[in-house]
């Protein structure tokens, strides 16, 4: 089984770009609880507040949410292949919202699909690689006709036997851009969201906003590889873990990277558990003393 990048719109609104564009902030607190319905038994850890479009996608056991008036998004990775028709009613019914958005994409099978539902129903779905359809249903929409008509050839189609008359991953951002009125990119409209993890993580206290390609449309690695890339271009390691590394580390000040849980064996001997104990001794022995004392005064009163 597969998995791929999923990013969930669910809109309240007709026009989805407002509120973003207005500087309204995305609420925490509506996320929080969003999560605890998805995840009733897991204790879910903050990883900061960043902007979707300029942010690496999803790892596993991360979920990114975006709560807006009318308008809520929600990226995860999700262990299965694209097939956009197909998706759990779960996520569908996630937000009540009268039009739920789907976008799509695998990095290793290179297919990326989108859909539309309305009050429920599936109106429209396309998946797709550059040399195969995996699904389509439902009519194709106007925005679509330019491309099923060749006006947007695959860049070397002539390499491709049975090469599409466009790519996927194009008609995914023309879905994107005519659904909800702007395109994912690093230079567009930024997209505040909150990322948490779902894996048992301690929390990561972020001074850097995560950066990456567009995530529901490019299969990027996830923030942490991210970063060990660019220090291995730099010639540089950070070999320390995240306390004491390079400042660019979405993880600085922290003593793990993705999917990397701290052992309590290994947390007991920090550093900071040693100080935590150290100040607890001194406390015990305060108070210990006191006590001696107010005994030895009530003794010499007898």
Known sequence: MGHHVATFWYLGTDDPSAPIRSGHPSDPGFARRLLSRLYPTVTVASLG???LNRSASTGPGEIYVGSFPGLTVLQVQLESPVLPSATDDTWLRLVEAPTVLLFSHDPDTGVSGFARWESGRLVRSFAGADDRIVEDEGMPLPFERPYWAGEFPLDGADAISLALPFSPSSLLHAAHRDWLGFDLSPGGLDVPVHGFATDGRREVRQ?????????????????????????RDAGTGNKGG??????????VDD???RATLVPAVARAASPVSGAVRRVADVVGDTVRRAGEAIKGRLSNRR
């Open 207 to 231: 001074r850097t906003a995560p950066t990456g390609a567009a995530v529901h449309v490019v299969g990027s690695p996830g923030r942490a590889e991210l970063h060990a890339a660019n220090q």
């Open 255 to 257: 003593d793990y990277e």
């Open 242 to 251: 995240g306390r004491g590394g390079s400042p660019s580390s979405p993880y």
């Open 49 to 51: 507040m960043f902007p």
